[in-house]
């Protein structure tokens, strides 16, 4: 499949499939869209303390990278595990330009060491955080009470609603802790249906630039 690289709105580089006309973030920032999602409405509803994050979707590593900035910023303790099927080629990686975007030049090895780092072992990027990438899919996805925050960045509802239902949900939902928490930059209405079937508690909230609304969803 063709894959191109653009830059998004807010200067920050992604990857377009035309021939899905998906993107890997959303065309009005990249790096805008992780930040409202899965940080401002996941990460720092934890009040900085020590967390298990699960990645559905490890994809350019932008997600893991900016949790890392937070981390090292708040001292947060965070073991973060990213599940990809398709990791991204090299070329692609050295293509994105979120280090420069970020003002992250300190930290530029340590996003190089996210792509090139062992996959299926525990990878300790710091003292505060640890990566461990998992090659697999979504359904193949096994684990129990592990997780207390999910960031569910899969391929949208539109090309790929075999990501989004109620089956994969229930591996969510099952691998989460107690109350844990899911976030993901979907609103549409037969995910919440399904996020609810499966028993979770789920909250409507305003949508990062470019998207009105999006989900936080809790385990009860």
């Not at 239902?165 to 844990?180: A, D, N, Q, V, W």
């Amino acid at each position: 499949m063709k894959r191109e690289i653009f830059q998004t709105l807010d200067g920050s580089t992604t990857i377009h499939l035309p021939d899905w006309n998906e993107s890997y973030h959303s065309k009005h920032g990249a790096i805008q869209e992780a930040y409202h999602v899965f940080i401002q409405n996941g990460l720092l509803t934890f009040n900085n303390q020590p967390i298990s994050i699960l990645e559905i979707g490890f994809g350019t590593g932008l997600n893991a990278f900016i949790t890392y900035i937070e981390s090292k910023k708040s001292n947060q303790k965070i073991d973060y595990y990213g599940v990809e099927a398709y990791p991204i080629s090299a070329n692609e990686i050295l293509q994105m330009n979120f280090v420069s975007e970020l003002n992250a030049a300190a930290e530029s090895e340590v996003f190089k060491r996210m792509h090139e780092c062992d996959w299926e072992i525990i990878n300790q990027i710091s003292p505060l955080f640890s990566l461990t990438k998992r090659k697999q899919f979504f359904e193949q996805i096994d684990d129990e009470d592990k997780f207390d925050l999910i960031y569910f960045d899969a391929f949208g509802y539109r090309v790929q609603p075999d990501l989004w239902s109620t089956e994969i949900f229930r591996k969510m939902y099952k691998s989460l802790k107690s109350k844990g928490t899911l976030v993901t930059y979907a609103a549409r209405g037969v995910v919440k249906r399904s996020l609810i079937e499966v028993g979770f508690k789920v909250e409507k909230l305003p949508g990062p630039p470019g998207k009105r609304e999006m989900f936080r969803a809790t385990k009860l």
